[in-house]
């Protein structure tokens, strides 16, 4: 192993504030109001992420994590010698980890990430683990069509790696188009690692966002505290409350930020008014059957090709290939 360190360098592609002012005067304007959930995570949005993630009620990381360790060797079985990693939306590493570390010689790690603080600071942990993976971050927005970095496009077999269930955040035809964006970045003979959280009773799914202390409605009001600071809007944040409620013919968790009273929030010279008690939609979380999943993959060109599960069937790893 060398001793020193990897020399890590940063492709990014960053939106700059023009596309979120641009984001958000559009989501202002719509009928109903509409902000996306990439806008939760600045540096306070992924450090509040991580802290939801150890609350009692959120079931999904601790549930991936178990899945992760109890079947690490057969998941990198099922990956194969020398791929390149890549992983959209690269959270605090830990599942990375166990999968990097069951890997038969992996051919470099690619973390997208729409987080400079937290890509950062996962790929500088893992670059000290694992010195001899080349590390090759792109700080991007991954539901954007993506360019490998040029030095990473050699005929190396690619597996993107999509956990935590972030493929929830995304409406059926959005989540459609992103695994087949995904099929075609991953190369011949690659395949597509992904976590899905599962369909069951609405009392445990309606729990998990809406954790006793409070730290998702902390981490959605965020959203509103994070513009006002980044575009300069005036959001009262006093005046709006987290609610996030199962959708069941859905299969979707849909959280909203409602106005406790009749209000107006400016944008530059822009003025949007908020009716009391209206709601702008700030995120799904869907949730899926094994059969609604592999339909939506047979749809995108993609087989389900193995899955793992804890016993409660609460949660999946899935490996779908071409
Ligand atoms: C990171 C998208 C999987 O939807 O469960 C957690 C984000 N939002 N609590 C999810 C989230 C509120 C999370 N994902």
Redesign the pocket.
């Known amino acids: 192993m060398s001793a020193q360190p990897q020399d890590i360098r940063v492709d990014d592609r960053h939106p700059d504030i023009e596309d979120t002012m641009q984001t958000v005067r559009r989501g202002l304007s719509a009928k109903p109001k509409k902000l996306p ?1 990439r806008l ?1 995570y600045d540096e306070r949005g992924s450090a509040l ?1 991580e802290s ?1 993630c150890e609350q009692p009620e ?1 079931y ?1 990381t601790r549930t991936e994590i178990a899945i992760m360790r109890e079947h690490a060797a057969d998941i990198a079985a099922a990956l194969g010698p020398e791929v390149r990693l890549v992983e959209y ?1 690269s ?1 605090s590493g830990i599942k990375t980890r166990m999968l990097l570390e069951h890997l038969e010689s992996p051919a470099a790690y690619v973390p997208v990430e729409i987080s400079r603080s937290a890509l950062m600071e996962s790929v500088a942990a893992l670059a000290v683990q694992f010195p001899d993976v080349p590390m090759q971050p792109v700080c991007a927005d991954f539901t954007q069509p993506l360019r490998l970095p040029v030095a990473l496009r050699s005929p190396r077999r690619t597996v993107i790696y999509f956990p ?3 493929i ?2 995304f409406e059926s035809k959005d989540a459609l188009k992103i695994l087949r964006q995904m099929r075609t970045e991953m190369s011949a003979g690659g395949g597509i690692l992904i976590g899905v ?1 599962l369909k069951k009773d609405t009392a445990t799914i309606e729990a ?2 809406n954790d006793a202390a409070g730290v ?1 409605r902390d ?2 009001l965020n959203m509103l505290v994070r513009l006002n600071r980044e575009i300069g809007t005036d959001f009262d944040i006093d005046a709006f409350r987290h609610r ?1 409620r199962y959708n069941a013919l859905a299969g979707r ?1 849909e ?1 909203s930020l409602v106005s406790t009273t009749r209000q107006d929030v400016h944008l530059g010279r822009e003025s949007f008014t908020f009716a009391e008690n209206e709601a702008m939609q700030v ?1 799904y ?1 869907c949730k899926y059957s094994l059969d609604d999943f592999a339909l939506m993959a047979e749809k995108a060109g993609l087989s389900v090709e193995k899955v793992w599960m804890d016993a409660e069937r609460r949660f999946s790893v899935q490996y779908l290939v071409r």
């Open positions: 959930s939760f992420f939801i959120y999904l939306g959270g935590g269930s972030t929830g955040n959280d998990a966002y998702t981490f959605t996030a968790i959280t995120e979380s």
